[in-house]
């Protein structure tokens, strides 16, 4: 989306892959060739740097900020240097990230880092909140049958992503259990309904067994966890 808006605005813009930070080395190649695929049907012209880096070596450079958010930062800034330095080699106009599309990342950081990056190598910073077109870049990447990553990408966000996915499962686990002893117990209650009309014709006597049911249900649940 950001190429596609930046050109309605009158820029021609060049795309440039470059993220040390997406672990481990099949997804940092899934995600390059992502990258390959979309320049092509866009037709906008791609530059490329670095290559993966290994997982430990970067959570080492951390020196313990391993927290999501904080560690972001760091995550940003050789990021954002690198591209503002690379704007100036190469005499664009400006540069921007499209970090400032998606919803999940810290968007005032990332202007942050990439507007000190800006400012410490005469490059100018182009900031634009294309977060307004979230819905579009996710329908146009379908479109495109484009991959779609499914964690933001080093390895301690792998992580986050898998225990979420795990809370998730178990969750959905816990729902259907509970939903599955409900309709069992809803079909128990009429099985006795049935039984009483059958054994009881008199109303009277119907409706006292049918308070005696839904008694021993009422007890039954407040037994439950
Ligand atoms: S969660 Fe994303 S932005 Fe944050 S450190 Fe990991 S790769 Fe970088």
New binding site residues.
Partial sequence: MPIVHLRDEGWEPTAFFF?P??HPENEWLKRRDAMREAAMRLNVPLLEEGSPVNPGQWVRSLHGVLR??E??R???RPRMERTAALAVEQGFDAFTTS?LYSRY??HETIAEEAAKAAQACGATFLYRDFRTWWWEGIAMSKELGIYRQK????I??MK?ALTQQKEDKARKAAQKAERAARLAREAEERRLKKEAVAAHPNKRARKALARKAAQSTAAHEATLP
Wanted: aromatic fraction near 10%; charged fraction near 10%.
């Fill in positions: 993220n930070n997406i999501q958010g560690r972001c760091l995550c940003y970090l990342q810290h964690w933001c990408g080093c301690l966000s986050d």
